[in-house]
Nanobody
Framework: QVQLAESGGGLVQPGGSLRLSCAASGRRTTYNTMAWHRQAPGKERELVASITSDGRANYADAVKGRSTISRDNAKSAVYLQMYSLKPEDTAVYYC???????????????????WGQGTQVTVSS
């Protein structure tokens, strides 16, 4: 079972910065793409940024140039640094990973997408 634990959310003023962190834990697991999604009140969940295991990053247009996604494979962690935050960035931010876990008794690979519980980011003066 893969678990994701996010941290770093909170209240920030417009124009401010914030860094979200997410640590993944799971036995015998390989983490492929890791990503951040967000869901604002009354809106659908959307992809914010993603990063492959070899470091290729992709950003939504809404955050391009204002965010940097990074990961530490040794720690099974992914980070999202956000700059020049706007009120429209207010949302619950979710960490996700596409991972493959191997069963202990027969090494069968089990692929899945896993979600964290989310961390609230509020941009307001």
């Amino acid at each position: 079972q893969v678990q994701l634990a996010e941290s770093g959310g909170g209240l920030v003023q417009p124009g401010g910065s914030l860094r979200l962190s997410c640590a993944a834990s799971g036995r015998r697991t390989t983490y492929n793409t890791m990503a951040w999604h967000r869901q604002a009140p009354g809106k659908e969940r959307e992809l914010v940024a993603s990063i492959t295991s070899d470091g290729r990053a992709n950003y939504a247009d809404a955050v391009k140039g204002r965010s940097t996604i990074s990961r530490d494979n040794a720690k099974s962690a992914v980070y999202l640094q956000m700059y020049s935050l706007k009120p429209e960035d207010t949302a619950v931010y979710y960490c996700t990973t596409d991972a493959i876990s191997y069963r202990d008794y027969d090494d069968t690979p089990i692929a899945g997408r896993y979600w964290g519980q989310g961390t609230q980011v509020t941009v307001s003066s």
